[in-house]
C-alpha cells in the first residue's frame, strides 16, 4: 500500500516535468515581468532539481515546509501538499473544504443506490419473468444507458423547472442549514444512486439466482425453514460477497469526486475542484486530488478484504 | 388410508419447460414402513431424486406439476398446502444430500446450521438447542462435539461433514429419512461408516429409510427392498434378494453385469449399449426397448407398440417386461452366470 502510493506520488509529480506549462509562470497573471517570474520559481522552489523537488514535495506531507527566503516567506504546515499558485491558498485548505461535500453526496447516494439495488434485485430474481422482474430489469437498463448528465439533467428540469417540486439545488453545509443542505443533496443523490443502483441490482439478481440453485439451500428448505428465512439468510447472505466487493470500491473511486454530479447541482466537492484544477494548470492541487483519490480507493481495498473475513469464514486465516 | 407408514400411489412430476414437458417421474407407486429401507437405483436422469424431492415436496409446483398421492403417515402430501409440508419438513421427514460440502452452508458454523434446524420445530431457547446439537454430534460419532460444533464445513472432513448433514436430518427424530446419494461424495472407507451409522440410527429411531443410489454395493449393504426406475418409470421392484439374485427385468440384469466384480477376474465389464433416453421425448412402448437385447423375443414387435405393466412376477417382485418370467430368467441367469438362480449363499 505505501509502496503503492510512492508510485503514485512519483507519477503525479511527473506532470510537473512533462508539461509544457511553466508552473512559474501560472503565479501571476498575464502582464508579468520575467522578474517577477524568476523570483516566484525560486519562492515556491521550481528552480531546483526535479528529484529535489520531489523529495521537498514529499516531505512537506510529514513534516511541512517554508516557501521562500528572507522577509517573504510563509509557513505551510505538515501534512503541506503544496501551495495553489493560481488560488493563492494552501492545497490542504482548498481540500479539506472540498472533501465534506463529497463525502456527503457519496455517502448519500450509496445508501440510496444499495438499499434500492438489492431490494430490487432481490424482487427480480424472486419474480424471476414476471413483471416485477420486468421492471426492476428496465430501471436498470435506463440507469445503464443514460449518462450521468441527462440523468441529472432531466430531474433538474422535471422536478426543479417543470414542477417546481424541489428548490433549485445549492449546496449549503450541514452545519449551517440541515434542511438546506438535505435539499442542495438531494438530486445530487438520486442521480448518482440511478447509475450505481442499476448496476447493483442486475448484480444482486444474477447472485440471488445463483445462490438460490445451490445445494445448500435445498438443505435449507429440507431442514422446513420458512421460505423468507432460506431466501434472506441463507440465499442473501451467500451472495452478498461480491455485492460487497463492488460496493467497497465504487464508493472508493467515488470519494475521489464525483465531477459530472458535482458540476450539475453545484456542490463545492473534489470533484468540481479537480476539474477547475485541470482546466487551471493548477498542478499541485491535481496532485493532491490524485494522491487523496489513490488513498481512498487503496483504503477500500483494504477495507474489502477485511470484509471478505468477516462474511465468508474460509477466507479467514486460522 | 394407509396400511403402511409411506405410501406413495401413481407419483408423476413433469416439468414444462420451452423444449416440452419433462417428465420427470411417471406413476411411481411403492409402500414402505418404519425401520424398513428401500433403495431406489437408477441411472443418472431417471427419475430417482426427482421422486424422493417429490415426496418431500421440495419440487416447486409452481414450475412443475406434481400429480398422484403421498400419503406419510395418513397425510396427503399431494394435496397439503406448502405450508403444510413446510411444518413437516426436518420434523416428520428429512433428507440428506449426496456432497456434504455444498450442502452447508458455507457462512454459518456447524453448531448454528443445527440449532436453527431445532429451533424451526421445537420450542426451545439456544442454550438448550445447543447442548441437543452437542448430543446429537456425539450419538453421529463426530469426536469433541463439544469444540467442533463451532467450526464451520470447510474445517471439517468429507465423513464428518457427512456425519453432520445426518445430525442435521435427525435432529428433530424424523420418521422417514430421505438419503439422496449420501455415499456418492465420500471414500470407500467412509461410505461404510456412514452406511452403518445410518443403519444404527435407523434401529435406535424406528426411521423408515429411503436411499437412492447408482452404487449397487450401497444397495447390498443397506436395504431391505429395491425399486429399479429406468425413464422416470418404476420397472422393477422387490426385496433385495429379489433384485439380486432373481433380477429379471433385462434393465436390472444389465445393471447387475456391468458391475465390476473380483470373483470374475477375466473379460471385460459388460456395460448397457446406447444412452438412458431423454426425458423430453421418451420412446413409445418399452421405455428400455432401444437398448434391450432380447426385444425380439417378444412376438408382433409389442415392445416397440406398447409400454409393459408392472406386474408381479412371485409374491412381492414386480416386472415391468413382455417377456415372459421364463424367458427373463433364463438370459439374466445366461448374462450373469452364478451370481443368479441360487437364492443366497
Known sequence: MVIMLFLLSIVTFGMYAVLPS???ALTCGKSCSPQVIEANRIRLGLDKPLVEQYTTFVSAIFVGRTYGSGSQTFECPAPCFGYSFNRGEDVKTLVMEALPPTVAVVVGAFIIWMVVGIVLG????????????????GFALIGYSFPSFFIGYVLLYFLVFRFQLLPFPRYEPFTEDPVAWFNGLLLAWVTLAMLFAAYYVRL?????????????????????????????????????TPIVTSAGLDIGILLGGSIIVETIFGIPGLGRLALSSVLDSDLPVVIAIVLIAAVFIIVANLVVDILYAVIDPRVRLA | MSDHFLEVRDLSVAFPTEDGIVNAVTGVSFDLDRNESLAIVGESGSGKSVTSQAILGLINRKAAKVSGQVWLDGIDLV???????????GQKMAMIFQDPLSSLHPFYTVGRQLVEAIRVHQKVDKKAARRQAIDMLERVGIPAPAQRIDDYPHQLSGGMRQRVMIAMALINSPDLLIADEPTTALDV???AQILELMRDLQN?????????????????????????????????RGTIDDIFYRPEMPYTTGLLASVPRLDQLHGRLDPIPGQPPSLLALPDGCTFR???????????GLCAKQLPDLLESEPGHDVRCHLTPEQRRTFATERLGALVGDGRE
Not at chain 1, 226 to 240: C, D, F, K, N, S
Not at chain 2, 79 to 89: A, C, G, V
Not at chain 2, 205 to 225: K, M, P, Q, W
Open chain 2, 189 to 191: 472407507t467412509v461410505q
Open chain 1, 204 to 240: 444482486t439478481r444474477n447472485q440471488m439466482l445463483e445462490t438460490l440453485g445451490d445445494d445448500f439451500i435445498r438443505t435449507a428448505r429440507a431442514k422446513g425453514l420458512p421460505e423468507r428465512t432460506v431466501i434472506y439468510r441463507h440465499g442473501l447472505r451467500a451472495g452478498l
Open chain 2, 290 to 300: 432401444p437398448r434391450c437385447p432380447y426385444s425380439e423375443h417378444v412376438p408382433d
Open chain 1, 22 to 24: 511553466d508552473p512559474a
Open chain 2, 204 to 236: 435406535e429411531y424406528n426411521t423408515a429409510i429411503i436411499i437412492i443410489t447408482h452404487d449397487l454395493g450401497v444397495v447390498a449393504e443397506f436395504s431391505d427392498r429395491v425399486g429399479v426406475m429406468y425413464g422416470s418409470r418404476l420397472v422393477e
Open chain 1, 122 to 137: 432481490v424482487i427480480a430474481a424472486l419474480k424471476r419473468g414476471k413483471w416485477q422482474d420486468r421492471f426492476a430489469m
Open chain 2, 79 to 89: 394435496t397439503s398446502t406448502d405450508e403444510e409440508i413446510r411444518s413437516l419438513r
